[in-house]
């Protein structure tokens, strides 16, 4: 290790932000596979969901395969729940910021499965503009293609932990954009495709157990844009991702709500997935000795996860009978678990809903006017 490196790396090590990750996080997760622990062994009702394969009806004779969507896909969990659908019978459309590493992943899939279906879309969830033109891009292409009109499986997947505070086009905090906003905004132009398919379809979000470290929030434009984070001194950046992943899970409480009251067939159902703690490359901007560390001391404790097994909790979202809504698996084995107890409050869950909605529709407009 180089001088530079290490002082930078005792730099990191004074930052309160990273005695937040390491002390609160691994408590979070401790707490959360206790609860289940809880819940497995000495619950009344432990639900426990098992594992559906997709069905295609007679009447959707044109989807050969169900159609996935997966975010974030170029590597770590997104590739590795990417090759299990795939391995399955999903036709595959990956979603991702690197055309390099999306073409990689591509080849990679079909060098191991021969019959494998997979497209790739470059897009970058912090930006409104490219959401909306993967959107159109991925409309064309599936007539381009004679495949229906519409998806089958949603996975919003892709998330960020950054160390700094950096600014989108869109004058939004680059982390929040990624993790929350982009998610929300891919969702809502995505929902009508999901509510044309024959089949029932699903949204998966995947979210984080660092949710349970967020005491307390209070929801405004400049919460979720992230702006209000420029005006201080040093960026909570864990605070942040919290917010990020509490937002998310919210989303898909309120989601399955509204979906709930439109959708009498629930036709259409929204799930979140936690995986736990994997070992992916999500920690890249922290110092390299302090991330092998952290992984060290996880490992040790029982709690770090190759991709390849931390997937099995999305797996069990993706694959959850189609009436279960609303849900939150973690732990894999088809075990859900109740999130935080602020996850479930419904005022803030209809104040995020609306300045969320206020956002897309503001973004809708700046797109229409300048086409």
Same mark, same amino acid.
């Given at each position: 290790?180089?001088?530079?490196?290490?002082?930078?790396?005792?730099?990191?090590?004074?930052?309160?932000?990273?005695?937040?990750?390491?002390?609160?996080?691994?408590?979070?997760?401790?707490?959360?596979?206790?609860?289940?622990?809880? #819940?497995?062994?000495?619950?009344?009702?432990?639900?426990?969901?098992?594992?559906? =394969?997709?069905?295609?009806?007679?009447?959707?004779? &044109?989807?050969?395969?169900?159609?996935?969507?997966i975010?974030?896909?170029?590597?770590?969990?997104?590739?590795?729940v990417?090759?299990?659908?795939?391995?399955?019978?999903?036709?595959?459309v990956?979603?991702?910021?690197?055309? +390099? %590493?999306?073409?990689?992943?591509?080849?990679?899939? #079909? *060098?191991?499965?021969?019959?494998?279906?997979?497209?790739?879309?470059? !897009?970058?969830?912090? &930006?409104?503009? %490219?959401?909306?033109?993967?959107?159109?891009?991925?409309?064309?292409?599936?007539? +381009?293609? +004679?495949? @229906?009109?519409?998806?089958?499986?949603?996975?919003?997947?892709?998330?960020?932990?950054?160390?700094?505070?950096?600014?989108?086009?869109?004058?939004?905090?680059?982390?929040? %954009?990624?993790?929350?906003?982009?998610?929300?905004?891919?969702?809502?132009?995505?929902?009508?495709?999901?509510e044309?398919s024959?089949? =029932?379809?699903?949204?998966?979000?995947? /979210?984080?157990? /660092? @949710?349970?470290?967020? &005491?307390?929030?209070?929801?405004?434009? *400049?919460?979720?844009?992230?702006?209000?984070?420029?005006?201080?001194?040093?960026? =909570?950046?864990?605070?942040?991702?919290?917010?990020?992943?509490?937002c998310?899970?919210?989303?898909?409480?309120?989601?399955?709500?509204?979906?709930?009251?439109?959708?009498?067939? @629930? %036709?259409?159902? !929204?799930?979140?997935?936690?995986?736990?703690?994997?070992?992916?490359?999500?920690?890249r901007?922290?110092?390299?000795?302090?991330?092998?560390?952290?992984?060290?001391?996880?490992?040790?404790?029982?709690?770090?996860?190759?991709? *390849?097994?931390?997937? $099995? &909790?999305?797996?069990?979202? !993706?694959?959850? =009978?189609?009436? /279960?809504?609303?849900?939150?698996?973690?732990?894999?084995?088809?075990?859900?678990?109740?999130?935080?107890?602020?996850?479930?409050?419904?005022?803030?869950?209809? $104040?995020?809903?609306?300045?969320?909605?206020?956002?897309?529709?503001?973004?809708q407009?700046?797109?229409? +006017?300048? /086409?």
């Amino acid at each position: 290790m180089g001088i530079k490196e290490l002082k930078g790396a005792l730099m990191f090590v004074c930052n309160g932000e990273f005695w937040r990750m390491g002390v609160i996080w691994t408590i979070s997760l401790i707490r959360s596979y206790f609860n289940l622990f809880l #819940q497995t062994h000495f619950a009344r009702k432990s639900k426990l969901y098992d594992r559906s =394969p997709p069905s295609v009806s007679s009447a959707s004779a &044109s989807i050969r395969k169900p159609l996935c969507i997966i975010t974030g896909a170029t590597s770590g969990l997104g590739a590795a729940v990417s090759y299990a659908l795939a391995k399955e019978g999903y036709y595959i459309v990956l979603a991702g910021r690197s055309l +390099d %590493s999306l073409s990689k992943i591509v080849s990679e899939i #079909q *060098e191991q499965i021969d019959d494998a279906f997979v497209k790739a879309f470059q !897009v970058d969830l912090s &930006s409104y503009k %490219s959401i909306l033109s993967f959107k159109l891009s991925l409309q064309q292409w599936l007539l +381009d293609s +004679d495949l @229906h009109c519409s998806i089958q499986l949603l996975i919003n997947n892709a998330g960020i932990l950054a160390t700094s505070y950096r600014i989108t086009a869109e004058q939004c905090d680059k982390m929040m %954009s990624t993790n929350y906003i982009g998610p929300f905004c891919l969702t809502k132009l995505l929902l009508p495709l999901l509510e044309q398919s024959h089949i =029932p379809s699903r949204v998966v979000n995947v /979210t984080s157990f /660092t @949710h349970r470290s967020v &005491s307390s929030m209070e929801v405004t434009g *400049e919460t979720i844009s992230g702006q209000c984070f420029s005006k201080l001194s040093s960026y =909570p950046f864990a605070h942040v991702y919290e917010y990020s992943k509490l937002c998310l899970l919210l989303f898909t409480y309120e989601l399955h709500r509204q979906v709930g009251l439109v959708e009498k067939s @629930h %036709s259409v159902s !929204v799930i979140a997935a936690d995986p736990g703690v994997v070992k992916t490359n999500i920690m890249r901007e922290i110092p390299s000795c302090l991330s092998c560390l952290a992984y060290y001391v996880l490992k040790l404790l029982g709690l770090l996860q190759s991709p *390849e097994v931390g997937i $099995d &909790s999305i797996l069990d979202a !993706v694959h959850a =009978p189609p009436e /279960t809504s609303g849900v939150y698996f973690f732990g894999g084995n088809g075990r859900t678990l109740r999130s935080s107890r602020l996850s479930y409050n419904s005022k803030l869950t209809k $104040d995020l809903w609306d300045a969320s909605s206020q956002i897309f529709l503001e973004r809708q407009l700046a797109s229409q +006017d300048t /086409t």
